[in-house]
């Protein structure tokens, strides 16, 4: 079966410094990975995509995330925060056909 | 763009009352599908459609049905809703993919509050 963990419920972080939202995977076979961000009151867009191609995946906005097969993670990073920034981030799994499974959602806070 | 369109924004239902949740994609999708969100659960698939009048239950499909009459749209149906429904409701759509070209579009929600 799939599943992702998401390790930090909340992360806060100071406009300019780095962001780290991390993500472990549990999957039987070599995975899809997604992570999509959820701005307030706003749908959900995809941020990034792992399909098995180049490990380092770069997104929109600056963001990047890391697959780790030896560490069957896939963190997402950034080198520096924007106020922007400040949404919900869900590492997301899918299970084939559109059938996804999210993790439990991490809420960004960037500070001034 | 892909546009999917929730009907409702915010909906207030009574206990025990049918509800129906309507979704418009308008991009030819094949597959859509009905999450929900709650705080510190993420989202969780209740149904999902690979066509017209085709429904597959998704992991909590417990109190709800669909109804997919039209390609274009995909209804969420709770026959007798419960306080335990009040939740954010997210419809969402995709073409036929590859392994490459997985993603879903989604709508931007429909808050339900059951009192």
């Known amino acids: 079966a799939q599943s992702v963990t998401q390790l930090d419920s909340h992360v806060s972080v100071s406009e300019g410094t780095p962001v780290l939202l991390r993500c472990n995977y549990s999957s039987s076979y070599s995975p899809s990975l997604f992570w999509y961000v959820q701005h307030p009151n706003k749908g959900l867009q995809l941020l990034l995509k792992?399909?098995?191609?180049?490990?380092l995946v770069k997104g929109i906005n600056g963001f990047e995330a890391e697959f780790k097969k030896s560490e069957t993670s896939f963190h997402l990073t950034k080198p520096s925060a924007h106020m922007s920034d400040a949404a919900e981030y869900f590492c997301?799994?899918?299970?084939?056909?559109?059938?996804?499974?999210f993790g439990q959602g991490t809420i960004l806070t960037v500070h001034p | 763009d892909v546009k999917v369109t929730q009907s409702s924004r915010y909906l207030v239902k009574r206990t025990g009352e049918k509800v129906f949740l309507e979704c418009v994609q308008d991009?030819?999708?094949?597959?859509m599908f009905w999450y929900r969100q709650d705080p510190g659960l993420g989202l969780r698939l209740i149904y999902f459609s690979y066509d017209v009048k085709m429904k597959e239950k998704g992991d909590i499909p417990e109190g709800y049905s669909v109804s997919r009459e039209k390609k274009e749209r995909f209804s969420l149906i709770l026959e007798s809703a419960s306080t335990n429904q009040t939740s954010m409701y997210l419809c969402?759509?995709?073409?036929?993919?590859?392994?490459?070209?997985?993603?879903?579009?989604f709508g931007s929600g429909t808050q339900l509050s059951v009192l």
């Open positions: 969402a759509s995709s073409t036929y993919w590859g392994r490459q070209n997985e993603k879903l579009f």
């Open positions: 991009m030819d999708h094949e597959n």
């Open positions: 997301v799994v899918t299970r084939g056909y559109g059938k996804l499974t």
């Open positions: 792992y399909t098995s191609a180049a490990t």
